[in-house]
């Protein structure tokens, strides 16, 4: 009688959520981007968010510069990712192109694209968006809820709650820009719910790891 195949077993190891999951980010913005990525850690102390220090030049190839010394220096783990994140307001198709290039080579490195900007991720935790086609538009809505707001979001961040995340995250995605055209400059998109979705799931493992 030959032998019976052993049952596989798909039980999870007791380490295997033990590690916090690693998300590198590479940003345009040198104030606002890091300020909302610390106040999203107050809902996810199990994840590592590391912005890394713009040193004032936001330009793309600056961006892809940054992580790329930074992975090298520290490279990523297995489950860790790595983002970009940029606004299409000023930038070109071209100047673009090779962070999209660069994020396909690995499926752990992601470009997040904002258009017309970063400010326009922060509305959506308040509103649906429409018509803030521009960064002007987008700071004004903004200032209505703080008329101090600027790029520091200080002003608003009692008013960040999980469940205004959660419903900026569905928002975003009804409004989502083709994958197949990340950077077309569609008005009134933004791929940084992406991220942030990621991270939420990221803090949700590691509780299911830890009960």
């Known amino acids: 009688m030959a032998s019976k195949t052993p049952r596989r077993s798909f039980s999870r190891s007791s380490s295997s959520f033990s590690y916090r999951r690693r998300f590198v980010l590479s940003t345009e913005g040198r104030i606002t981007e890091p300020e909302y990525f610390r106040h999203l850690l107050e809902f996810c102390p199990h994840v590592v968010v590391e912005c890394l220090k713009t040193d004032g030049k936001s330009a793309p190839p600056y961006v892809l510069k940054r992580i790329k010394k930074s992975l090298k220096e520290t490279p990523l783990e297995r489950r860790d990712e790595a983002w970009l994140l940029v606004d299409k307001d000023k930038w070109t198709d071209d100047q673009l192109q090779p962070l999209w290039e660069w994020a396909q080579k690995d499926e ?3 470009l997040a694209i904002s258009c017309p900007a970063f400010d326009f991720w922060l509305l959506l935790h308040f509103e649906e968006g429409s018509g803030a086609h521009s960064l002007q538009v987008c700071r004004a809505r903004l200032r209505k809820l703080d008329s101090r707001y600027d790029k520091s979001i200080a002003g608003l961040k009692g008013k960040f709650t999980l469940d205004a995340v959660k419903q900026a995250i569905e928002r975003a995605r009804n409004r989502d820009c083709p994958h197949s055209a990340p950077y077309s400059g569609t008005p009134g998109c933004t791929g940084v719910y992406r991220l942030v979705e990621r991270i939420l799931e ?8 830890h009960p």
């Open 108 to 110: 752990r490195r992601n």
């Open 202 to 209: 990221a803090e949700g493992e590691w509780r299911d790891g």
